[in-house]
């Protein structure tokens, strides 16, 4: 069995910054990529930010582009989120996800459906 577990959530006042962090452990398995996605009270899950190990590339949601940063290792199937200039809105529970199916084109890999291994969530609160 594969769990995947956050941490780094907090509270933080707007235009600070946090850092999240995810690691597999369990069954061993291999994955294409990796992503946050967060959940604010009332709202669906949505996509933040995804690594792809093929290229080691990167794509980011439009409200967090230029303030977020996602890194990680595909050996370790660890990821990070690196969040700068935090604001009220990015507040949520963030979820880390990983996924094993290969997909060339980037825009499979902003759908939540197309992630197999999900962690259980980690705080972000940010006060105005």
């Known amino acids: 069995q594969v769990q995947l577990v956050e941490s780094g959530g907090g509270l933080v006042q707007a235009g600070g910054s946090l850092s999240l962090s995810c690691a597999a452990s369990?069954?061993?398995?291999?994955?294409?990529?990796m992503g946050w996605f967060r959940q604010a009270p009332g709202k669906e899950r949505e996509f933040v930010a995804h690594?792809?190990?093929?290229?080691?590339?990167?794509y980011y949601a439009d409200s967090v582009k230029g303030r977020f940063t996602i890194s990680g290792d595909s050996a370790k199937n660890t990821v990070y989120l690196q969040m700068n200039s935090l604001q009220p809105e990015d507040t949520a529970v963030y979820y880390c996800?990983?996924?094993?199916?290969?997909?060339?084109?980037?825009?499979?890999?902003?759908?939540?459906?197309?992630?197999?291994?999900w962690g259980q969530g980690t705080q972000v609160t940010v006060s105005s």
């Open positions: 996800a990983a996924g094993t199916r290969y997909y060339r084109f980037y825009y499979y890999y902003i759908q939540a459906s197309q992630f197999d291994y």
């Open positions: 690594i792809r190990w093929s290229g080691a590339s990167t």
């Open positions: 369990g069954q061993t398995f291999s994955s294409s990529a």
